[in-house]
């Protein structure tokens, strides 16, 4: 007859409850030789039940407590809340016992070839000596432009802590905090005189968390470390912006680089990102009766789908309609040698700001908020999920209002 191993809870001191295996029929127990129904685990979780300590006199007379469930007026189980934390320490505890009497049950029940706990733990093995390092190379070559080019780097730096080599079943959250105080210490590519910013460690840290999320679903890691690990707080950065003087100043200045002179103005009068902006083609532009010109396309970074009116003026820009799958800012790149480019036009302007290509997406919010615009309607038009990500474009309109005003100072 097969012997059945149960996972069982008993109430404890606290709110918790420690765990043990059942068995029935009841077992010899290896170490004293005697007949036994329990193996305690020693481990616990939270109860989601309120428990209460009850102290009782045994037959020799002697005080012992028990912890037996508080009831409601009907009788009922007290429900207790658990906090996110106890939440997640319950899930990772259970799978580990289940993993455990899984183990137990099949000991106990040995058949002649591998039992399907042995077979899952057999692949569990073997997927825990891969290497997280190459795993993590994979998913960065996956990504695409400057999101791809944000991968390799923390790549670079995670490849640099561990030497290149990291197997799956080492990664635990010690680990994973180390290589957090890496990346706020580490030097930066660039100079080895500066560290790493905060934000940048930030950014990186989020990709690394990103790809043990990944790894958990994957099934390479055998619970969601990614929610036991705290990202690195970022600090709110300066967005800069161009006023509609300084734009109007720009549309007047010739700059070498046509094409990024014109997708740059392009972003400001729509908002657009650049990845969105070298990818549009010419079968996402359309003009329907009464409504104007609108762009039908798939956000690179969100993903999502989007329908987004934009002003004849901004069409204007475009030039000549060609093709369907023709680009429409034809040859327009994003490398250091079109930011030079649009440094050189920016000075030549006049402007002394540090201006790079996203601030015109910046400056696109900054100038609708400012005349007026609500900001439900520059969230939906920024394509942002989240209308937080908005706010910020407000605290800049205020203070630049706190700005003007500080200006009128007279001699009392």
């Given at each position: 007859?097969?012997?059945?191993?149960?996972?069982?809870?008993?109430?404890?001191?606290?709110?918790?409850?420690?765990?043990?295996?059942?068995?029935?029929?009841?077992?010899?127990?290896?170490?004293?030789?005697?007949?036994?129904?329990?193996?305690?685990?020693?481990?616990?979780?939270?109860?989601?039940?309120?428990?209460?300590?009850?102290?009782?006199?045994?037959?020799?007379?002697?005080?012992?407590?028990?912890?037996?469930?508080?009831?409601?007026?009907?009788?009922?189980?007290?429900?207790?809340?658990?906090?996110?934390?106890?939440?997640?320490?319950?899930?990772?505890?259970?799978?580990?016992?289940?993993?455990?009497?899984?183990?137990?049950?099949?000991?106990?029940?040995?058949?002649?070839?591998?039992?399907?706990?042995?077979?899952?733990?057999?692949?569990?093995?073997?997927?825990?000596?891969?290497?997280?390092?190459?795993?993590?190379?994979?998913?960065?070559?996956?990504?695409?432009?400057?999101?791809?080019?944000?991968?390799?780097?923390?790549?670079?730096?995670?490849?640099?802590?561990?030497?290149?080599?990291?197997?799956?079943?080492?990664?635990?959250?010690?680990?994973?905090?180390?290589?957090?105080?890496?990346?706020?210490?580490?030097?930066?590519?660039?100079?080895?005189?500066?560290?790493?910013?905060?934000?940048?460690?930030?950014?990186?840290?989020?990709?690394?968390?990103?790809?043990?999320?990944?790894?958990?679903?994957?099934?390479?890691?055998?619970?969601?470390?990614?929610?036991?690990?705290?990202?690195?707080?970022?600090?709110?950065?300066?967005?800069?912006?161009?006023?509609?003087?300084?734009?109007?100043?720009?549309?007047?200045?010739?700059?070498?680089?046509?094409?990024l002179k014109n997708a740059?103005?392009?972003?400001?009068?729509?908002?657009?990102?650049?990845?969105?902006?070298?990818?549009?083609?010419?079968?996402?532009?359309?003009?329907?009766?009464?409504?104007?010109?609108?762009?039908?396309?798939?956000?690179?970074?969100?993903?999502?789908?989007?329908?987004?009116?934009?002003?004849?003026?901004?069409?204007?820009?475009?030039?000549?309609?060609?093709?369907?799958?023709?680009?429409?800012?034809?040859?327009?790149?994003?490398?250091?040698?079109?930011?030079?480019?649009?440094?050189?036009?920016?000075?030549?302007?006049?402007?002394?700001k540090d201006i790079t290509?996203?601030?015109?997406?910046?400056?696109?919010?900054?100038?609708?908020?400012?005349?007026?615009?609500?900001?439900?309607?520059?969230?939906?038009?920024?394509?942002?999920?989240?209308?937080?990500?908005?706010?910020?474009?407000?605290?800049?309109?205020?203070?630049?209002?706190?700005?003007?005003?500080?200006?009128?100072?007279?001699?009392?």
């Amino acid at each position: 007859m097969a012997i059945k191993v149960s996972l069982r809870m008993k109430p404890i001191s606290g709110k918790r409850q420690t765990l043990y295996l059942d068995f029935y029929p009841a077992i010899i127990d290896p170490k004293t030789g005697k007949i036994t129904r329990r193996e305690f685990l020693n481990t616990y979780v939270f109860s989601d039940t309120e428990i209460e300590e009850q102290k009782y006199d045994d037959i020799n007379g002697k005080e012992q407590k028990r912890f037996i469930p508080v009831l409601d007026k009907k009788g009922n189980p007290k429900k207790a809340k658990l906090d996110p934390t106890e939440k997640q320490h319950n899930e990772v505890t259970l799978q580990r016992a289940e993993q455990i009497r899984q183990k137990k049950e099949s000991e106990i029940n040995k058949p002649e070839i591998y039992s399907g706990y042995e077979k899952q733990q057999l692949k569990i093995k073997q997927q825990g000596e891969k290497n997280f390092i190459e795993y993590f190379k994979k998913l960065a070559d996956k990504r695409i432009d400057s999101n791809r080019s944000n991968w390799l780097s923390a790549y670079q730096y995670l490849e640099a802590f561990t030497n290149g080599k990291l197997k799956f079943e080492d990664l635990n959250e010690t680990l994973c905090n180390d290589f957090k105080d890496y990346l706020l210490s580490a030097k930066s590519k660039r100079s080895d005189k500066t560290t790493l910013s905060q934000n940048t460690a930030g950014s990186y840290f989020l990709k690394f968390k990103a790809a043990l999320k990944q790894a958990y679903k994957d099934k390479y890691l055998q619970y969601d470390l990614n929610n036991s690990i705290d990202p690195i707080k970022v600090s709110e950065t300066r967005r800069s912006f161009l006023t509609i003087e300084e734009m109007n100043s720009l549309v007047k200045t010739e700059c070498k680089n046509s094409v990024l002179k014109n997708a740059a103005i392009f972003s400001a009068m729509t908002g657009l990102r650049f990845s969105d902006i070298s990818k549009l083609v010419w079968s996402e532009l359309e003009y329907i009766e009464g409504n104007g010109y609108f762009i039908q396309f798939r956000q690179q970074k969100t993903d999502d789908e989007e329908m987004m009116p934009i002003s004849e003026q901004a069409y204007s820009l475009l030039g000549e309609r060609k093709a369907p799958t023709d680009k429409v800012f034809d040859g327009l790149n994003y490398s250091a040698y079109s930011n030079k480019d649009l440094a050189k036009w920016i000075g030549a302007a006049g402007i002394t700001k540090d201006i790079t290509f996203h601030c015109f997406r910046h400056t696109y919010a900054t100038l609708q908020l400012s005349n007026g615009t609500d900001i439900y309607t520059v969230s939906k038009m920024l394509g942002h999920r989240d209308l937080k990500t908005t706010q910020i474009y407000a605290k800049i309109i205020s203070q630049t209002k706190r700005d003007a005003a500080d200006r009128i100072k007279l001699d009392f």
